[in-house]
Nanobody
Framework: QVQLVESGGGLVQPGGSLRLSCAAS????????MGWFRQAPGKKREGVAT???????SYADSVKGRFTISVDNAKDTLYLQMNSLKPEDTAMYYC?????????????WGQGTLVTVSS
């Protein structure tokens, strides 16, 4: 059973940076897709970024060039480096595990970490 625990959220001013971390356990398969999605109050869930076991990454248009997803397999940790943050990035951010390599079937997610971008 996959367990995901996010950390690193907080309050940051516009233009600032944050790095989110996700400690994963129970991921036993050699090929995978993991990622981040977010949800702001009153808004639909939005996929932010994904990464496969081959290192293939994908980003939402709204974060391209500002966010970077990475994984440290030795530490079983997923990261999301967020730069040039905007108020519209304010949301609860969730780490996600997908059951398929194509990153279509969301299978598990963590409890979330809150990111607030405000002056």
């Amino acid at each position: 059973q996959v367990q995901l625990v996010e950390s690193g959220g907080g309050l940051v001013q516009p233009g600032g940076s944050l790095r989110l971390s996700c400690a994963a356990s129970g991921v036993t398969y050699s090929t995978y897709c993991m990622g981040w999605f977010r949800q702001a109050p009153g808004k639909k869930r939005e996929g932010v970024a994904t990464i496969t076991s081959d290192g293939i990454t994908s980003y939402a248009d709204s974060v391209k060039g500002r966010f970077t997803i990475s994984v440290d397999n030795a530490k079983d940790t997923l990261y999301l480096q967020m730069n040039s943050l905007k108020p519209e990035d304010t949301a609860m951010y969730y780490c996600a595990d997908y059951s398929d390599y194509d990153c279509n079937a969301l299978d598990a997610w963590g409890q979330g970490t809150l990111v607030t971008v405000s002056s």
